[in-house]
């Protein structure tokens, strides 16, 4: 019998012969894709642990720069350089913690002498910020101004209700240095010097109460007024009488002329003193600065300057005066002539012959500087900070001779404070002398 061709078998062989071979297929593939699967994983977790590693040692490396940056700023101290990076964080903390405990009690400390100096101090305090809100206060303030009872964080003129208070502080931080004003408040003479707080802020205010040295400083006034006003009507009569003398050659036998003049000479001198002794108390005795006006100086210099030309002239010493023109200052007419009229006379009186006398002027900011130069002998700068007080000399022989009595000085600093003008000295031995008027504007 005939084998069965492919064409006759059954479907049922051929069926299962198919699928054999694919089982036989997909076990081969099985066989061939497994170790690529093993080799593919193996891969991605080294790909994983190398990245873990690289982010582990980011974060530890920033750790690190964390840690040792904290410990510089605690006093400049560094890291254990084999400590790990837990470990270093960890110091960092520790000195962190210790730092901070520290200024805590730096703090602390620091309140307590703040309290103290606030509580114990014999003037009026006053801390404001640059907002001028309250920031400290100290009972002295409640003796001398009203105050509310809660003043801190509370705007200066609320909480201490006193506008030159308010003022001298909000002038002090526009101008970025100390100002100081004398003000009467009630029954109180008032001090107050407020200074900046530099970067921080604000200002400081100081109230001293000067009510005591206020009151001895008018009584000695009145004092030397009354007597001075007292003085000057025998002085008078003494000084008339030797006039009339002098004027009768006869009248006057023997040596007589020379006592006579000397008395007249001495009553003169005497005469001026009191004379200047009542201007200064009258000065003294103002209760309000000098009004003020803006006024072209050139005319107010060349008047002043005039009335000392032929004196100059006699003394032959050159008095010149050199001004730009249109220049002009916020003066009160007869102190600025007084002031600079004392000032030219003193050149000339103390110039030797032959000397100069300058004045000129010009601005400089918010101000004009004036100044009065002679080429005497000068002043040693050892008196410089007294030649403004009453009856101080330089040389008492030299200014007795050339007719002083001491006071021209004291009265052109006093004028000088009752119109908001300054008056300093440049000067040393030999190269004469330039007096500074500093002018507001």
């Known amino acids: 019998m005939a084998s069965p061709t492919p064409a006759h078998r059954e479907p049922g062989a051929l069926g299962l012969s198919a699928g054999l071979g694919a089982a036989a297929v997909a076990l081969v593939a099985a066989w061939v894709s497994l170790p690529l699967a093993l080799g593919l994983a193996g891969a991605l977790g080294v790909g994983l642990g190398l990245w873990a590693k690289q982010r582990a040692d980011v974060r530890g490396a920033r750790l690190q720069e964390l840690s040792a940056r904290a410990m510089r700023e605690v006093e400049g101290k560094s890291l254990s350089g084999e400590a790990s990076p837990i470990r270093q964080v960890d110091e960092a903390i520790s000195a962190l913690t210790m730092s901070l405990a520290q200024q805590r009690r730096h703090l602390r400390r620091h309140r307590d002498v703040e309290a103290a100096i606030l509580k114990s101090s014999f003037g009026g305090l006053v801390v404001v910020d640059r907002r001028l809100q309250v920031r400290a206060i100290n009972p002295v303030v409640r003796q001398l101004l009203p105050a509310v009872p809660d ?132 000065i003294e005795a103002r209760q309000k600065d000098m009004p003020l006006e803006r006024l072209p100086l050139a005319e107010l210099v060349e008047d002043a300057v005039d009335l000392h030309a032929e004196s100059a002239e006699a003394r032959e010493v050159e008095l010149s005066v050199v001004l730009p023109p249109g220049l002009t200052a916020r003066v009160n007419r007869e102190a600025f002539a007084h002031i600079l009229g004392n000032l030219v006379e003193n050149g000339v009186k103390y110039t030797q012959a032959g000397g100069r006398v300058k004045v000129s002027a010009h601005s400089e900011g918010d101000r004009v500087i004036l100044e009065v130069d002679d080429n005497g002998p000068g002043i040693d700068p050892v008196h410089h900070a007294r030649i403004f007080e009453r009856f101080y000399r330089v040389d008492i022989g030299r200014s007795r001779a050339a007719g002083g009595t001491g006071l021209g000085l004291s009265i052109v600093k006093h004028l000088c404070l009752a119109t908001h003008a300054k008056v300093s000295v440049r000067s040393l031995p030999g190269r004469g002398s330039t007096f500074v008027l500093s002018l507001p504007t």
Do not use: C, W
């Open 151 to 282: 003043p801190v964080g509370r705007p200066v003129i609320e909480a201490v209700p006193y506008a030159p208070l308010a003022q001298v502080l909000e002038e002090a931080i526009s101008k970025g240095e100390p100002v100081e004003q004398e003000q009467i408040s009630g029954r109180f003479d008032l001090l107050i010097r407020a200074v900046p707080l530099g970067e921080a802020g604000g200002a400081i205010a100081v109230l001293l109460d000067i009510t005591t040295a206020r009151r001895a400083e008018r009584s000695r006034s009145d004092f030397v007024a009354n007597v001075s006003h007292e003085l000057r009507t025998p002085v008078t009569s003494i000084i008339g009488y030797a006039e009339t003398l002098l004027d009768d050659p006869d009248a006057l036998p023997g040596d007589s002329r020379e006592m006579v003049e000397a008395m007249h000479r001495n009553a003169t001198r005497l005469f001026r003193i009191f004379d200047d002794l009542l201007q200064l108390a009258r």
